[in-house]
């Protein structure tokens, strides 16, 4: 991959996604998060992906962390990015096959239709704040008006 492509170290966010314990992807657009916990455990529990809120502070991701995953310990870390372009940009990156395949490694072939619906989750989500923006609902202002 080359860097100059997406405006982003690739290698380390390829690093990141092979080593992280537990990461968070932020998105340009979205306020939505992309949470990997990769962590699994002896009671069968195993790795897990979700589109979380965005959090407040640190302590509260650590708190939300132990309210969706309440027999993990807390991480010592959690590692986060910023994708600075669109979720389609970020499909096309394969970033999404490699998470895919490091939590399908870790917790079985359920797992992959985990991360694609948590991928249009947020591509739904994307698409929805755009049109929000185009129309100037609440938080935007439009560059025009309608006659």
Not at 63 to 71: C, D, N, Y
Not at 80 to 92: E, L, Q, V
Not at 104 to 129: C, H, P, T, Y
Request: net charge negative; proline share 5%; charged share 35%.
């Amino acid at each position: 991959m080359d860097d100059t492509d997406y405006g982003i170290d690739m290698n380390e966010v390829e690093r990141v996604i092979n080593t992280a314990d537990v990461l968070i992807i932020r998105f340009a657009i979205v306020d939505k998060r992309l949470l990997i916990d990769a962590r699994t455990n002896e009671k069968g529990d195993g790795p897990f992906i979700a589109v979380v809120p965005k959090a407040s502070s640190v302590e509260e991701r650590f708190k939300e962390l132990k309210k969706l995953r309440p027999r993990f310990p807390l991480p010592e870390k959690i590692m986060s990015f910023t994708w600075p372009r669109h979720i389609d940009t970020f499909r096309g990156s394969g970033l999404p096959e490699r998470i895919e395949a490091r939590l399908v490694q870790l917790g079985g072939e359920a797992m992959a239709a985990n991360v694609r619906d948590a991928i249009s989750a947020l591509a739904a989500e994307e698409k929805s704040e755009v049109l929000s923006a185009i129309r100037g609902d609440e938080r935007y202002q439009t560059i025009w008006q309608r006659q």
